[in-house]
């Protein structure tokens, strides 16, 4: 048996998902039960997974599938005459989650044009599954017009997978002397690492090994229009 915020956790999950498709936030889940606090939540919803009500998809920061719903009190009705054959209403189909959104954080602006220094705080940001492949991911709000050539325009945000490898021709963001990050071209040439702009009117940044490190590679760009 489920207590009251459980079961009014489940239902709202439940009623949100068939009205938006979408699953609700941990601030909203909050406010909806009215609770002092995220961890509420987190605790109404372990236990609801360690019951069988819903579960957590992988990989996804917003997306809750309800598995089953608790009973609810059925509302006392007048018999029908026998004679009127009544069928008893089809179940619901389940409530297919959508697993097309994505949440990840927001790390600040970072330069595409002369060195910045990034991960200026952090938010969150709904992004489309469809642009990111597997492994852990953040985004960046890119400042500047040095990858206009590449696509990446001034306010686009960059996708970022979390790694610390490139490859020659991969565009990455690259920190530098552990205080500036830029998004370029990663290539090697010689004993240096060069960071390329996608611009002609740039020119190409050169600097020993040990003052650059990836932070990540691009992954797509998410592009907002007014």
């Known amino acids: 048996m489920l207590t009251a915020k459980q079961h009014e956790l489940v239902c709202f999950i439940n009623d949100r998902l068939k009205e938006t498709g979408v ?3 941990f601030e909203e889940m909050k406010e909806a039960l009215d609770l002092k606090s995220k961890s509420g939540v987190h605790r109404l919803i372990s236990a609801l997974e360690e019951r069988h009500f819903i579960r957590r998809l992988p990989n996804r920061a917003r997306a809750l599938e309800v598995l089953r719903m608790p009973d ?3 509302k006392t009705v007048a018999a029908e005459p026998a004679s009127a054959n009544v069928r008893a209403p089809a179940p619901r189909p389940a409530v297919e989650p959508a697993n097309d959104v994505v949440e990840i954080p927001l790390h600040g602006r970072i330069a595409a044009g002369l060195p910045i220094e990034a991960f ?9 599954a469809a642009l990111l492949g597997s492994g852990e991911h953040y985004a960046l709000e890119v400042s500047g017009d040095s990858m206009v050539e590449a696509g990446i325009l001034d306010g686009d945000y960059a996708l970022i997978r979390r790694t610390d490898v490139a490859r020659d021709g991969q565009i990455v963001v690259a920190l530098i002397d552990d205080s500036e990050a830029t998004l370029k071209y990663f290539r090697r ?15 190409p940044q050169r600097y020993a090994p040990a003052q650059v490190r990836v932070q990540g590679k691009l992954s797509g760009i998410l592009r907002r229009y007014e």
């Not at 200026?120 to 489309?128: I, N, T, Y």
């Not at 040439?189 to 996608?198: F, K, Q």
């Open 23 to 25: 699953s609700p936030s």
């Open 72 to 74: 609810r009190p059925e």
């Open 120 to 128: 200026e705080g952090s938010s969150m940001l709904a992004v489309p």
């Open 189 to 203: 040439e010689g004993s240096m690492v060069r960071l390329d702009p996608a611009n002609r009117a740039y020119d």
